[in-house]
């Protein structure tokens, strides 16, 4: 007997050692990307995936905890436990699954160039040799552009954050920027600092490089997260509450 309660107690042990209570969900966040996840005047983080990771902590009955990072630190900074999971427009790539896992999709939308109204641009090496093209850096814009664009005699430079692309676009120091097409449009396109602004061709779609959409990312550990996180998933689609968060935002489905 003696023996038969020790063996339930390392069973036990073990089940708890690697079954986690997350009372609390740390998300990591770069709040650079409207109308996905930014800062109001007051400071607050807003937007979808902000909305989102809250609905899906109620589910949870969790509290949702938010950890600024920077955008091409933000995998290393999940690994090192900075935080418990990345909700922050991350796209679902091969390169990406190498290093951790991800939830199911949360939303699919292709990236696209912005450049001044009446320009002939199109995503394409032929149109844009020799011009300059910004890019958050670690974005799959980014592992779009080197891999396709760079090659073929086009200047991609990199930024820390997407606001400090828009800068650089605005002041004439880039000839297009390229990023997803939503947050282009309802981030920068449709305000002030826009207005001179649009569209230069259609989106671009690569598995390769762009992934298959956006999810939340996880260490690869933590599958009981990941499976709670995906139950939540379900049921804030099957309740309406992803479609009533999305049109606070959005007039099309992201989806």
């Not at 002041?171 to 002030?192: H, I, M, N, P, W």
């Amino acid at each position: 007997m003696k023996k038969l309660a020790l063996g339930v107690m390392l069973v036990c042990a073990s089940m708890g050692a690697v079954a986690k209570d997350w009372k609390v969900i740390r998300f990591g966040v770069n709040p650079s990307y409207a109308p996905f996840e930014s800062k109001a005047a007051s400071g607050e983080l807003v937007g979808f995936d902000i909305d989102l990771g809250n609905a899906l902590c109620a589910r949870l009955k969790a509290k949702c905890v938010w950890v600024e990072n920077a955008w091409d630190g933000i995998i290393p900074a999940l690994k090192a436990k900075k935080f418990d999971a990345i909700l922050s427009s991350m796209a679902v790539t091969e390169k990406r699954l190498q290093q951790i896992s991800f939830s199911d999709k949360i939303y699919n939308v292709p990236p696209r160039l912005v450049a001044k109204k009446g320009n002939a641009l199109q995503p394409a090496p032929d149109t844009l040799r020799g011009k300059r093209i910004g890019v958050e850096q670690g974005s799959t814009a980014e592992a779009y552009a080197k891999a396709y664009w760079e090659p073929k005699g086009v200047t991609v430079t990199s930024y820390p954050n997407q606001d400090q692309v828009y800068q650089d676009l605005t002041s004439g120091r880039l000839d297009a920027a390229f990023q997803s097409s939503v947050q282009a449009e309802l981030g920068f396109l449709k305000t002030a600092a826009g207005r001179d602004y649009a569209f230069a061709g259609n989106g671009v779609a690569d598995v390769k490089t762009l992934g298959v959409g956006a999810a939340i990312g996880l260490r690869q550990e933590d599958a009981d997260l990941r499976q709670q996180l995906n139950r939540a998933l379900a049921e804030v689609h099957k309740d309406g509450t992803y479609k009533r968060l999305a049109a606070k935002y959005f007039s099309f489905d992201i989806y």
